[in-house]
């Protein structure tokens, strides 16, 4: 691994400002924000998150861990860098708060991942090179700005890894919003009948219960059907793991796909196939103690969060180098803001239209509670916070 600086030179730390817009809640983004702010507050750096919404199932210390805000206007210090995450928090945080560069990371295809533009945002991450390219199609961002940076697991969090064995008993089927009446459910439970396996269903969904604590759950469990940072995990601690998607359950983690699926972020293509039971029981029965036990090393090796804290301080430092660099300009910022809030226009026009053109009901009620909660959140501070 290359050297990376631990702390920026001249200073004793830097101070991190996250944006996340549900920050209390268990998910992969907030897992992914916990794990880099508490690597980077482990040597000694200053991390807040900026957030709004309502939390679900849990505290805080299941989701983000980590000092949180719910209005920018009495923050406890001034940030050296803004660590945007979802475009509606990060760009109110960056319009709050003038002088102060920033970075954006990407998750995904979702609206509320979409890369926005703005003259301080000096750097993008995405978390795949499909994601990368999309990035750049998509919002017009040049591709040398966007770093790829996979993501990794808190092995201090995850310090247990069990010994698999050698064939699986027990499976868990761990995805957020998954319907276990789904035709991808029905086909994972028809395999795993056929293997003699127990399965659960959980995560974070009306249908499942929510993993709270994934280091002390996961290692129950000889197999995981998973995606993403729950997979990550679940290979962290000696579980076998089957990718899943939305709408498909793809291939077994082993030595072989491993980089290939790392940069697809363990996560099948969207054009895959749909799901079948025989194909998953193949999978099942390729499952061996030994193929398991070293795959969930080699994760551990080359997925250590330690390396992420190193490479986001090393893109830290770069974007706080380019902004003492460039002089300030007012309008181009003031462009910039006029350009965002025109493209949000057209998901606000419908809530204006006549109520035979509108959302169904329950969404629209959800969409205008959603909006008030934000609109609290960022005029007033939370006095729960």
């Known amino acids: 691994m290359s050297r990376q600086i631990s702390r920026l030179p001249g200073s004793t730390g830097i101070k991190v400002l996250f944006t996340c817009s549900s920050p209390k809640r ?35 210390s299941a989701g983000i861990g980590t000092p949180m805000v719910w209005s920018l206007d009495a923050l406890p210090f001034v940030p050296d860098i803004i660590h945007g995450h979802h475009h509606l928090v990060a760009m109110p945080a960056i319009m709050a708060l003038p002088g102060v560069p920033a970075l954006y990371s990407s998750h995904g295809a979702t609206h509320g991942d979409r890369p926005p533009r703005h003259p301080r945002i000096y750097g993008y991450t995405a978390m ?26 808190d092995l201090e969090r995850f310090s247990v890894r069990r010994e698999p064995p050698e064939r699986p008993r027990k499976a868990l089927v761990y995805r957020r919003d998954f319907d ?30 929510t993993v709270l604590f994934p280091e002390k759950d996961l290692p129950r469990y000889d197999l995981v059907f998973a995606s993403g940072k729950s997979a990550i995990e679940a290979l962290a601690c000696g579980c076998a793991v089957i990718i899943l998607g939305n709408t498909t359950c793809g291939e077994l983690v082993r030595q072989s796909n491993f980089d290939r699926l790392r940069q697809g972020n363990f996560t099948p293509p969207v054009n895959s196939p749909p799901p079948a039971s025989a ?56 462009r910039a803001v006029f350009r ?24 629209r009620k959800a969409a205008f509670a959603a909006l008030a909660r934000q609109i609290a959140a960022t005029i007033e501070p939370d006095p729960d916070a």
């Open 26 to 60: 268990v998910g992969g983004i907030q897992s992914i924000i916990r794990d880099l702010a508490s690597g980077l507050r482990r040597r000694g750096h200053e991390t807040l998150v900026y957030g709004v919404g309502e939390p679900v199932d849990g505290d805080a």
């Open 128 to 153: 795949s090179p499909t994601l990368r390219l999309r990035m750049a199609t998509e919002s017009g961002i040049d591709e040398g700005d966007i770093a790829v940076v996979c993501n990794t697991v």
């Open 340 to 363: 965002y809030l025109r493209d949000l226009v057209p998901l606000v026009e419908p809530l204006d239209a006549p109520p035979e053109a509108q959302p169904i009901p329950q969404k």
């Open 279 to 334: 194909a998953i029981l193949g999978e099942i029965r390729g499952i061996s103690a030994a193929e398991v036990g070293a795959t969930s090393l080699r994760l551990r090796r080359v997925a250590d969060a330690r390396r992420q804290v190193d490479v986001f301080l090393g893109i830290y430092e770069k974007v706080i180098g380019i902004h003492k660099r460039t002089p300030p300009d007012l309008a181009a910022e003031q």
């Open 180 to 209: 276990p009446d789904s035709a991808v459910g029905r086909e994972i439970r028809e395999a795993a009948d056929a293997a003699g396996l127990t399965l659960d269903f959980r995560g974070l969904g009306t249908k499942l219960r």
